[in-house]
């Protein structure tokens, strides 16, 4: 007994180290995001005795806070407006329709879980690059809606296969066409699996880096947060005045923490449920 | 509309699978197949003057002593982050089930560093890092391990700090991942060890751990293709440094190609790319070797 009673606190130490870990570093940079310089070099704990409400305001205004939002809000909805209905609408027909051919075209789509992405970035850049969609906000939705493609086919058919297909049958025989009975019938029927599909990937897409790094160039009016984030951090040895960049790190936690506080329980399952299927 | 039955269901078909299969042919496979042919030539900047050099592009990734480092990194780290996550993932879920107040707090910030992404965590690791105000680095300070530069100018800091923060990441999922697991084994089954004088460590590593199969399959399939993934961390913290020591695969291939517009040669690094991540992908399925639950309901019918 006192073996395990040894396991059970060292289990809880465990996790007590881990919650530090995460709220530490966010309780530093929120409290770092009220300083002036010299407070931040003298007392790196402390919490400032007059909030430098001030960095706020400097930090909308250099790190173009705002905009940046804005991109990759436009960005993340955008994808999301064209990637649900396609991929729902191609899921269904590869679960529910058998055709010769269908077999290879799931297996094209499972293919694309299978490598990062990123490894074909130069001939995609280069082609991009000959549409002119670089540095534009709809090529990176497109690219966006290629890339999320493979994932979002596959878990949507696996919620649309485990729907009986008596139910396209009663509604046919009702008088529905194949796509009535698509939006009225299966669609609703399989929402579970897309609200799993448009979280995981709204919360992929809001965070996405490598795409937007490599279509974007920087200094673009176009840069999403995460980019913008990466010219914050490069240009921070240059920056004189320190807690503007805490502030504007601070704001671009802002909306994502509060999506995570709303829906936490959601998203915890979300993950699993897409780790599962995937 | 007097289509005949089988013309329809084929234009649904056409229609409704139509938009995204050529959306994935056109942006996703065309640039796949495209980046075999393109690692034959040799071309600098966008130009078209595409000169074929059949297998030279290879030849120089051999002998370029950033791709071993690339490799060792890459390999290492997969080796590295797999132990280390399924090992506190495990002890963490197992925590978590006794329902204490450190365990309902964790619950709530398991997911906190990954839906944050790395590009913010990693922005406050380098904030955390930096020599002149950083308080990890003032902590590493007074302890006494002091680097010109900070941790991150130090080829081994630099290496840990990615390691570490590459766990930390992703911890929180692999603890939902494992409780899952751990909440589908049969009480019964435990109960019948228990009964049979198995308790503790026995009881975990003779009935537990074995029972977890499906899931340390999974959690292993996860962590190596998240390490073949890796990009905006090292971008973030390290950016490859000093000295390529902390470089990897995606970071590399990124600094062929769009820093030193060796875009030929950053295609060729691709593509060995995609054979490492199938052979890592075949030897971590042997490497979790068959299911043993399957195996011993075998033998009970055999």
């Known amino acids: 007994l006192k073996r395990l009673n040894i396991s059970n606190t060292l289990g809880q130490f465990l996790l007590a180290l881990f919650a530090i870990s995460v709220i530490a570093p966010i309780a530093w940079v929120l409290i770092t995001s009220f300083k002036n310089n010299t407070e931040l070099f003298s007392s790196p704990w402390s919490v400032p005795t007059k909030p430098k409400w001030e960095n706020y305001p400097v930090a909308l205004e250099t790190a173009q806070v705002t ?212 | 509309m007097s289509l005949r039955p ?69 390999i290492a780290m997969m080796v590295l982050a797999t132990i280390l996550i399924i090992g506190f993932a495990v002890a963490m879920a197992h925590a978590l089930r006794r329902r204490t107040f450190v365990a309902k707090v964790t619950e709530v910030l398991l997911l906190t560093p990954q839906v944050l992404s790395v590009v913010i965590t990693s922005t406050v690791f380098v904030f955390m890092l930096n020599p002149k105000y950083g308080i990890v680095s003032n902590i590493l300070n007074a302890v006494g391990f002091k680097y010109d530069g900070g941790v991150l100018g130090n080829e081994w800091g630099a290496k840990i700090v990615i390691l570490v923060a590459f766990v930390w990441n992703a911890l929180g999922f692999y603890v939902l991942l494992f409780g899952a697991g751990l909440k589908s084994i049969d009480e019964e089954v435990l109960e019948a060890a228990q009964l049979d004088g198995a308790g503790g460590w026995k009881l975990f590593k003779n009935v537990t751990w074995p029972l977890l199969w499906s899931v340390k399959k999974v959690a292993v399939v996860y962590v190596v293709s998240n390490v073949m993934g890796i990009f905006a961390l090292v971008t973030f913290l390290t950016n490859g440094g000093p000295g390529d020591t902390s470089n990897m695969l995606l970071n590399y291939v990124q600094r062929l190609g769009f820093d030193q517009t060796r875009f030929g040669r950053a295609v060729a690094l691709a593509v060995l790319g995609f054979f490492f991540a199938m052979i890592v992908g075949w030897i971590s399925n042997l490497a979790i070797g068959k299911d043993p639950t399957k195996a011993r309901k075998s033998a009970v019918t055999g």
Not at chain 1, 215 to 222: D, E, H, V
Not at chain 2, 41 to 49: A, D, K, P, Q
Request: glycine share 6%; proline share 6%; charged share 10%.
């Open chain 1, 67 to 278: 905009k940046r939002l804005l991109n990759s809000l436009i960005a993340t909805v955008g994808t999301l407006i064209i990637l649900i209905p396609i991929s729902a609408m191609a899921a269904y027909v590869l679960a529910k329709y058998p055709f010769k051919g269908a077999s290879a075209i799931k297996f094209l789509f499972r293919s694309g879980l299978m490598f990062p992405n990123f490894l074909v970035i130069i001939p995609l850049f280069l082609m991009f690059t000959s549409l002119h969609l670089t540095n534009t906000l709809y090529g990176l939705i497109l690219a966006y809606v290629a890339y999320s493609l493979a994932f979002s086919v596959f878990v949507l058919g696996g919620f649309f296969e485990a729907l009986p297909n008596e139910l396209i049958e009663a509604s046919m025989l009702d008088g529905c066409s194949h796509s009535q009975t698509f939006w009225r019938v299966m669609l609703p029927l399989a929402k579970p699996g897309v609200l799993v599909v448009t979280l995981f990937n709204a919360i992929g897409l809001w965070n996405e880096f490598p795409l937007a790094f490599v279509l974007i160039p920087t200094k673009s009016p176009y840069e999403t947060v995460p980019v913008g984030l990466r010219t914050m951090t490069m240009n921070q040895q240059y920056t004189a005045d320190y807690g503007p960049m805490f502030a504007a790190t601070v704001s671009f936690m802002i909306p994502i923490m509060i999506v995570y506080i709303l829906f936490r329980k959601r998203i915890q399952e979300t993950m699993l449920a897409g780790a599962i299927k995937g």
């Open chain 2, 6 to 74: 089988r013309t329809r269901r084929n234009l649904f078909i056409a229609g409704y699978l139509g938009p995204a299969l050529l959306t994935y042919l056109v942006f996703v496979g065309y640039p796949l197949i495209q980046t075999f042919f393109l690692s034959l030539y040799s071309w600098r900047g966008v130009s078209e003057n595409k000169k074929f050099v059949g297998l030279r592009n290879y030849e120089l990734l051999a002998k370029d002593p950033i791709v071993h480092k690339v490799a060792f990194n890459q």
